[in-house]
């Protein structure tokens, strides 16, 4: 299909982009990758007036350290997150997550920022945001402000974003001493998860000391399934007593029934996939 | 001197078209631009059934670039009605079809209006403009409730939604299945639903219509150039000679563009209209909606059976969706199946009874295999639960059925006589490949130890039919058309070789495979042979490609025009060597004076001497050059063995296909490489049925699965590796041995791998898993299993 006629603009910086924004309101739409933005146009499931292009922005790309804190720009691809030597050594859960992304090209194409800023509840990265516990930053007319994870993605397809309002980067704590893992349930290989579960457990011994799970794809956004972080905190680090913990996976979760699965299955999967990835992060 | 051959024919050679159509630098139909072309859009029914109580075109018109606009009603007295060639019945309901919704719709996605542009973004645009008031209706979408009383009607004034019922039964010719089940000490009643499937050919559908002063060429993406022809002839009263269709490079078909259809019509009336060129491409979307879909059925199958394993008879009973009206040769479908529901196996008693129905869904109509794979898939997945039944291992129970080596040729239940066949040996072949037994005691070990992932093997024993046909046999069964197909062999002064073939490739490689069979024919350079096609201009006789037919009847064609060509080139060339034309044997390339093989011409010595035409023999006319057509007496009948071995994950209930072997006989093959090629795709559709593709409509009729989204085709990335190889027992029924393999994979991979699926669930009671097998169907049918 040919998409709807539209205005575009490639912005050379952030405050243009912004600016752009401000003057369009709620008719602009940000293109960052394209991947998730370009089949709905395509399709003529949305007409925006204008599209704002932040590919021009250098700011905007690449991850840098900054003191405790890993900073990924907002137009770094998935590619580039899963192959950086930073975030693999401080982030390892992002560089896995963004691996499983759609298909080569799809993860050179697809940025970090534009897949947190969809809020596809079945796209991987708001789950791996919340895992490691990201702040976004978002530019918007009156400077700049620092969202938590926890309060950025705030329904489906619905962010703290305002219309005139750019995520700029994301900030991520460097932590050492976990182990992650993810387990994506797929149908088809480039297909988004049916059900994933990302899990980042830090050990004491024989027991995990504390334990972070979060969830693709099991509710309006991702979601941190707390019931079971409490079970996992302190549990035996074997097979058994983790499988028994994650018999609460599906608590708080409030996942749809759809083509692919039902909503009842989704409550079975992510107690089994919940099982082998905190197993996995575990080291058991 | 010694003369070697250099035979190419089972050479492996590479596609001599792949650079082109892998580059795209081609001719794809949506490649072509005419000067003066019009691109036109084409509005669709958002409703699965409808009144259209107003329509109106004039906003539309008003829209930048806009040339023209039309509805159903504006074309209503010339449009006619679309074709179905194949009523299978005499008092079959056929409904008209006209491309054009009038006054109602039928499906979601029929067309109902048009808007023609100087450019495709401007005619998309404006069909936003059209305006179109439906009063939806309730729609028919459970193939049975469309046959209870009042269901609402798909064509209320046909009074009925059944369009046909077919019989076929040997109790006339002296046993009956109902004898068969009272006397049999098993029965394995079974009801099997084969889901509706896509084609999802590569390249979606296009069409160019270029109105010339009184005379019509079209460009289409189609598998039928020849059959489309006719039809724009006889269909648009144009004169039969004054329409060129010409199908240039098709990206793939598996029957999907086996179809006259309404967008071919509705694109040329635009451009009869306008009277300039006018291009119609569609989208994905518009082809998930429009383009024909397949299978869609439901089988009622009654196997029986005595204790030894010994299967008595089968009885079977379909219900075949037809969608909203009867395509091109849809109603054929379930009928080519007919004859594959006794498969490889001898039995005495065999009932068959399909009944087609409409429903508001696009029409069905062939889609790779058409038939045969839904008569394989049951009589496959009995066979399995005939083997559990008496336990007896699948492959045991199946060769206590199977026809013997030395039985052939054998007439079957169906009244088919098999030429050829050697099932011990493929099967032979495909259990060691697989490792059978090893794997058998792993599963063994996997079940004793309640390992959560199980093992299960599947198997498919499978022949068809291929070589579509005998015209006397489709004249029989009410199809339109006949079955022969038709090459020309010409031989130009240098010696290169043009070949004209009535088949219509698009992607099956028939220069490639063409050129080989000439070279060694003729004994000229594989690269000196260019092969034609496609093009009623300059091949103007033929049938097209469908039905695993261009081989195993054009092939032949091809051969018996070669072998005039070379006969002329005989006598001229014993005329050179001032010998008889018996004193001459043709070996290495060349015609040699037995005994004194130095005195030699070539074909191209000899089309040189034709074109000067100094001195030649007398009665020879100055032209090496010849046509053939052939129309089969028989169908050809390949088989094989298919052995698939899944790993399920109870937990999830997950299958991975952990090792999958294609042991296919198809007679002589021309191409190693290319038939491999050909098993590995029909083998990734196969799966694909029985493991992730279905198109879905909802409850409303409208169709759900209306991008690659939704309707998941496998990817390379989702197929497991296919250990494919061959045994190779000719055909005896015409002199190249082929038997055809375009449908094979296709028509054996779905019950090998739902076979094994069930086979690694049996001990938690599974007995069925619905099509496709996604991971939570199969969870539930664990669940169901009642088994712990």
């Given amino acids: 299909m040919i998409p709807v006629a539209f205005d575009y603009l490639r912005a050379s910086s952030v405050d243009e982009a912004v600016a752009a924004l401000a003057g369009a309101g709620e008719d602009a739409k940000i293109l960052a990758g394209g991947q998730s933005l370009l089949p709905v146009l395509r399709l003529r499931l949305s007409a925006p007036s204008l599209l704002v292009d932040l590919g021009g922005v250098p700011e905007l790309r690449g991850v840098r350290e900054e003191g405790d804190s890993l900073v990924i720009g907002a137009m770094t691809t998935h590619d580039e997150v899963s192959t950086s030597p930073l975030v693999r050594q401080f982030a390892p859960l992002l560089a896995t997550m963004a691996a499983t992304i759609g298909d080569r090209q799809v993860r050179h194409r697809g940025t970090l920022g534009g897949s947190l800023s969809h809020a596809d509840p079945a796209a991987d990265m708001p789950a791996a945001a919340a895992a490691v516990e990201a702040r976004y930053v978002l530019a918007g007319p009156n400077g700049r402000r620092v969202v938590p994870a926890s309060d950025f993605a705030v329904d489906l397809f619905t962010t703290a974003l305002g219309d005139d309002e750019v995520l700029v980067e994301v900030q991520v704590p460097k932590l050492e001493g976990w182990g992650s893992h993810y387990e994506k349930f797929h149908r088809m290989v480039q297909a988004w998860a049916i059900v994933g579960v990302a899990a980042m457990v830090r050990r004491d011994d024989g027991a995990i000391a504390s334990a972070r799970v979060t969830l693709t794809n099991m509710g309006p956004t991702a979601l941190r399934a707390t019931a079971l972080e409490q079970a996992l905190a302190g549990c035996a680090a074997d097979r058994a007593a983790i499988e028994q913990a994650c018999a609460v996976a599906a608590e708080g979760t409030s996942p749809r029934d759809d083509l692919t699965a039902s909503a009842e299955y989704r409550r079975h999967l992510v107690q089994v996939l919940a099982g082998r990835a905190v197993a996995a992060a575990a080291g058991v | ?788």
């Fill in chain 2, 1 to 788: 001197m010694t003369v070697t051959e250099d035979r190419q024919v089972g050479a492996g050679r590479l596609r001599k078209e792949d650079a082109r159509l892998i580059t795209g630098r081609t001719q794809w139909t949506d490649n072509i631009t005419l000067p003066g072309m019009l691109h036109m859009a084409i509005l669709r029914s958002p409703f699965a059934s409808a009144r259209i109580t107003s329509i109106d075109v004039s906003a539309a018109l008003d829209r930048p670039n806009v040339v023209a606009a039309f509805t159903g009603a504006d074309v209503a007295d010339v449009q006619g009605s679309l074709p179905c060639a194949w009523p299978v019945t005499e008092d079959i309901v056929h409904p008209d079809r006209p491309p054009l919704a009038v006054d109602a719709v039928r499906y979601h996605g029929e067309a109902v209006a048009v808007v023609v542009a100087r450019d495709r973004s401007s005619a998309m645009d404006a069909l936003e403009a059209i305006d179109v008031d439906y009063e939806p209706l309730t729609p028919v979408l459970d193939l049975e409730e469309a046959l209870a009383d009042g269901s609402p009607l798909v064509h209320p004034d046909k009074g009925t939604n059944k369009s046909y019922t077919w019989i076929f039964d040997s109790a006339a010719a002296g046993t009956g299945t109902d004898a068969a089940a009272a006397d049999a000490e098993v029965v394995i009643e079974r009801r099997y639903v084969q889901q509706r499937l896509i084609p999802a050919f590569m390249e979606p559908r296009s069409v160019i219509v270029d109105p010339g002063a009184g005379e019509y060429t079209i460009w289409s993406a189609t598998q039928i150039p020849h059959i489309l022809r006719v039809f724009y002839a006889l269909l648009t009263g144009t004169p039969e000679h004054k329409v060129r269709v010409i199908a240039p490079d098709v990206g793939g078909g598996f029957g999907g563009k086996l179809q006259v259809t309404p967008e071919e019509l509705i694109t040329f009336m635009a451009a009869r209209r306008i009277g300039r060129p006018v291009k119609y491409t569609e989208t994905r979307s518009d082809t998930m909606l429009s383009a024909h879909h397949g299978r869609d059925m439901i089988q009622d199958v009654r196997l029986t059976a005595r204790r030894d394993g010994t299967v008595t008879g089968i009885s079977v009973k379909l219900i075949a969706n037809m969608g909203a009206y009867l395509g091109l040769v849809g109603p054929g479908v379930p009928i080519l199946g007919a004859f594959m529901y006794n498969g490889i196996y001898k039995f005495p008693a065999y009932r068959f009874e399909c009944t087609g129905v409409f429903t508001n869904t696009v029409i069905t109509d062939a889609y790779r295999g058409a038939g045969r794979p839904e008569a394989t898939y049951a009589l496959e997945r009995a066979m399995d639960d005939l083997g559990v039944e008496l336990g007896l291992d699948p492959i045991e129970v199946r060769r206590r059925n199977w026809i013997k080596k030395e039985e052939f040729p054998f007439t079957t239940v169906a009244g088919l006589v098999y030429d050829s066949g050697d099932y011990d040996a493929a099967t032979a072949k495909a259990l060691a490949l697989l490792g059978y037994d090893k794997l058998r005691a792993e599963q063994a070990d996997r079940r004793a130890s309640g390992d959560p992932v199980q093992l299960g093997i599947g198997t498919s024993t499978y022949t068809e039919m291929c070589g579509l046909a005998p015209s006397r046999i489709l004249g029989a069964l009410r199809y339109a058309a006949g079955g022969w197909e038709t090459a020309a062999v010409r031989v130009l002064p240098t010696g290169k070789v043009e070949v004209v073939t009535g088949t219509s490739p698009h992607g099956q490689g028939h220069e490639t495979a063409w050129s080989q069979i000439v070279a060694d024919e003729l004994g000229v350079d594989f690269d000196d042979v260019e092969v034609l096609h496609g093009d009623t201009r300059s091949s103007y006789k033929g049938l097209d490609t469908y039905g695993s037919r261009s081989l195993a009847v054009g092939g032949i064609a091809l051969v018996e025009a070669c072998r005039k060509v070379r006969d002329k080139a005989r006598t001229v060339a014993a005329h050179m060597l001032e010998c008889s034309p018996d004193d001459l044997e043709f070996t290495g390339g060349a015609f040699r004076v037995r005994g004194t093989p130095d005195a030699a011409k070539t074909i191209a010595d000899a089309a040189f001497a034709v074109f000067a035409a100094h001195d030649l023999p007398d009665g020879i006319e100055a032209s090496l050059d010849a046509d053939a057509t052939f129309d089969p007496q028989t169908f050809s009948f390949p088989h094989g063995t298919h052995l698939c071995a899944v790993e399920v994950d109870t937990r999830t209930g997950r299958v991975d296909i952990r090792k999958y072997v294609a042991v296919d006989d198809v007679g002589k093959v021309i191409n190693p490489t290319i038939v491999e090629g050909q098993v590995h795709g029909g083998v990734a559709q196969g799966i694909a049925q029985a493991l992730h593709e279905e198109a879905v409509y909802d409850e409303s009729g409208t169709l759900v699965t209306g991008s690659f989204v939704d309707y998941t085709p496998p990817t390379a990335a989702d197929l497991p590796d296919i250990v494919a190889d061959r045994t190779e027992t000719p055909a005896t029924t015409h002199p190249l041995g082929v038997k055809g393999v375009g449908e094979a994979g296709a028509i054996a991979a779905t019950p090998a791998v739902v076979n094994a699926i069930v086979d690694a669930l049996r001990p938690f009671g599974v007995r069925d898993v619905p099509m496709p097998c996604t991971p939570e169907r199969v969870w539930r049918a664990i669940r169901a299993g009642g088994a712990s």
